[in-house]
């Protein structure tokens, strides 16, 4: 079984040094994945001239982060997590750093392919081990408090590298993300215990089935966090455009405030999921989300959009640890990996839905109507956990 401080149960805190290894390992490698996310599209224009060839190498990560997933599950849980982890994390590493000397397309559509493979693992495993680390009774709280990475990352990342590129260029910059991606595995490194797996797992490519791949029992909660995803991709992905056409400046200090109100929300939401159960929390996030659609529809100013930043950082911030530590309270602990792995291609697919949704939305109606339009999303994702919890109860 899962080895660390906390999978015995024995300690009440979700704080111990296992669980804050795992945090702070976490923090280094989301920012410099969004450090690079947010310059690669520049660093391409670089290298080719066209926009699509750009896109494209760009979009190559997230279709091997996607591919890999499914068969991540499955072999996180025969394996040893740990091993994997670090494994994932000197891949990421050198491939980061590989970034420096890419001078041509072909040689960076590699790199990114193999970029996104480690990262597709990296997280997914993170995410179990992270799962595996909470008390008893603590899991939301556990994935909440974790979840606070990605809005560390999300408010300094972006603005970080961009500095660093424009003062010192991109290899500098490839550099310094490399670094940071070297100092989560050595957090990693230090986290004790074996992680050994239970001894009746194996893994076999041959072997496997769609139910060791993915996870019956939450793919009702992996179809919200799909729904979440669009929601979450809807945004990132059109709210420049939007805010630029709208003659709004400053626009992306949007992102600062979503993050900034998530790093309060995500460890409190997982608190009273745990102590008042996840409908109590569900619904109400569901309203703040789909409030922080109404006013981006009819922003007409900074402070407009600071509102529905706010409202999306309490909305978002509270419905995915409470989504994802509810995946891990419904399957048994040595399907971890398989539950991780089930809910990260629920976001994953979202992700790329939303954005594409969103396009053609915009192209046919314009962005207030898309952005009032997408209430459906917190309309949907409340019927379907409703119903979920109707099913189940």
Same mark, same amino acid.
């Given at each position: 079984?899962d #080895?660390?401080?906390c %999978?015995?149960g024995?300690?009440?805190?979700i704080?111990t040094?296992?669980?804050?290894?795992?945090?702070?390992a976490n923090?280094?490698l %989301?920012?410099s994945?969004h450090?690079?996310?947010?310059?690669?599209?520049?660093? @391409?224009?670089e290298i080719?001239s066209?926009?699509?060839?750009? *896109?494209?190498v760009?979009?190559?990560f997230?279709?091997a982060?996607?591919?890999?997933? $499914?068969?991540?599950?499955?072999l996180?849980?025969?394996?040893?997590?740990?091993t994997?982890y670090?494994?994932s994390?000197v891949? /990421?590493?050198?491939?980061?750093?590989?970034?420096?000397?890419?001078?041509? #397309?072909?040689?960076l559509?590699i790199?990114?392919?193999?970029?996104g493979?480690?990262f597709g693992?990296?997280t997914t495993?993170?995410?179990a081990m &992270?799962?595996?680390?909470?008390?008893a *009774?603590k899991?939301?709280?556990?994935?909440?408090?974790?979840g606070? &990475?990605s809005?560390v990352?999300? !408010?300094i990342a $972006?603005n970080?590298?961009i500095s660093?590129a424009?003062?010192? *260029?991109? $290899?500098?910059m490839f550099r310094? !993300?490399s670094?940071?991606s070297?100092l989560?595995?050595l957090c990693?490194f230090?986290?004790? =215990?074996?992680?050994?797996?239970?001894?009746a797992q194996?893994?076999?490519?041959?072997?496997?089935?769609?139910?060791?791949i993915?996870?019956?029992k939450?793919l009702?909660?992996a179809?919200m966090?799909?729904?979440?995803?669009?929601a979450n991709s809807?945004i990132?992905?059109f709210l420049?455009t939007?805010?630029?056409?709208?003659g709004?400046? =400053?626009y992306?200090?949007?992102?600062?405030v979503?993050a @900034?109100?998530m790093?309060i929300?995500?460890?409190?939401? +997982?608190r009273?999921?745990?102590?008042y =159960?996840?409908?109590k929390v569900?619904?109400?996030?569901?309203?703040?989300?789909?409030?922080?659609?109404?006013?981006?529809?009819?922003?007409?100013?900074?402070?407009?959009?600071?509102?529905?930043a706010f409202?999306?950082?309490i909305?978002y +911030?509270? /419905?995915? $640890?409470?989504?994802q530590a509810y995946?891990f309270?419904?399957?048994s602990?040595?399907r971890?990996g398989?539950?991780?792995?089930?809910v990260?291609v629920?976001?994953?697919?979202?992700?790329?839905? =939303? &954005?594409?949704?969103? *396009?053609?939305?915009v192209?046919?109606f314009g962005?207030?109507i898309?952005?009032?339009a997408?209430?459906?999303y917190? #309309?949907?994702l /409340?019927?379907?956990?409703?119903?979920d919890e109707?099913k189940?109860?």
């Open positions: 079984m #080895v660390s401080e %999978s015995t024995k300690k009440e805190s704080w040094r296992t669980f804050i290894l795992l945090l702070i923090i280094f %989301s920012t994945f450090m690079i996310s947010t310059t690669m599209t520049m660093y @391409c224009l080719v066209s926009e699509a060839t750009a *896109g494209f760009v979009g190559i997230s279709v982060s996607l591919l890999i997933r $499914p068969f991540c599950g499955p996180i849980d025969a394996k040893s997590k740990k994997i670090l494994a994390l891949l /990421l590493t050198l491939t980061v750093f590989a970034y420096s000397y890419a001078a041509d #397309v072909v040689v559509s790199l990114r392919f193999i970029h493979f480690g693992f990296a495993t993170s995410l &992270a799962s595996a680390s909470a008390p *009774g899991s939301a709280s556990c994935l909440g408090t974790y606070i &990475a809005s990352a999300t !408010a $972006p970080l590298g660093i424009n003062a010192y *260029g991109f $290899p500098v310094i !993300a670094l940071l070297a989560s595995l990693a230090l986290v004790k =215990g074996k992680w050994s797996t239970f001894s194996k893994f076999s490519l041959k072997g496997l089935k769609i139910d060791s993915f996870s019956k939450v009702s909660i179809l966090l799909v729904i979440l995803g669009m809807t990132s992905s420049s939007y805010s630029k056409g709208l709004i400046q =400053g992306a200090t949007y992102f600062t979503s @900034c109100t790093l929300t995500r460890p409190a939401a +997982g009273l999921t745990d102590r =159960g996840i409908k569900i619904v109400p996030a569901s309203l703040f989300l789909a409030a922080a659609f109404v006013i981006l529809s009819m922003a007409d100013s900074l402070y407009i959009l600071w509102l529905a409202c999306f950082g909305g +911030g509270s /419905l995915q $640890p409470s989504l995946a309270s419904r399957e602990p040595e971890r398989v539950t991780s792995s089930t990260s629920g976001v994953d697919i979202g992700n790329g839905l =939303g &954005a594409y949704a969103a *396009g053609v939305a192209s046919a962005y207030r898309m952005f009032g997408s209430v459906i917190a #309309v949907l /409340l019927v379907v956990f409703l119903a109707r189940i109860g």
